[in-house]
């Protein structure tokens, strides 16, 4: 099943439901969860928001598990480096290389911080899986932030589902030549990935803005707005 963010967005339980209100209840749990120096705190906000996300909004498990698999895979590299290399204090594990060790303080940075982000993680679904990117957009809009952060929130978001799309059709034909049949070859695949998709964002970007410039963009986007009910 292929993860379509924008689908999802336009298509749950949710969709309708005023974006004002999803907006800021995101904000206050986002600030309250960064707030909180609590790990049991953290761990009921997660919970409870998948719950809404996945019960209320009636978001297929795989689409949440898909949204929620890059960010993770982050957070936990971050959290290990944390661990490893940085806080100083009492040495609770010694690993044998080159001198890393696992202290005190360093343990509580890891573990903190994996525990924080978590909670924010369901935060953030919330929003982007119930709520259509246009009418956040508006909401900004309406709320008097700077066009100009709007105009790159939108190319942005458009441009990230392109580059999807783009490594996904790239890794299928690799796949079908047999680009990740053995350890060296599937780091050769993933070096020409990289390198591909470096070239094609410079191409697109050129393409973008000759499309632009050919509807007679003039230094400003225009925003969706909904009809006053």
Known sequence: MKFDMDYIAHNNALTETNPYFKLFLTIILLIVTLAFDNLYFDVTVFVIMSIVILTIAKINYKSYLKFLSIPMAFLVITCIFLIFFFGKGDVIYETGILGIVVTTDSWHYGVYTFMRVLGCLPCLGFLALTTPIAKILNCLRTLKVPKILIEIALLMYNSIFIFLNEIDTMQKAQETRLGYHSYW????????????????????????????????????LPVYEPKKR
Do not use: H, N, P, W
């Not at 070096?191 to 191409?203: K, N, P, Q």
């Open 185 to 220: 070859s599937s780091f050769s695949s993933l070096g020409a990935l990289v390198s591909i998709i470096f070239l094609r964002s410079l191409d697109k970007s050129e393409t973008l803005q000759y499309s632009l410039d050919s509807r007679g963009y003039s230094g400003e």
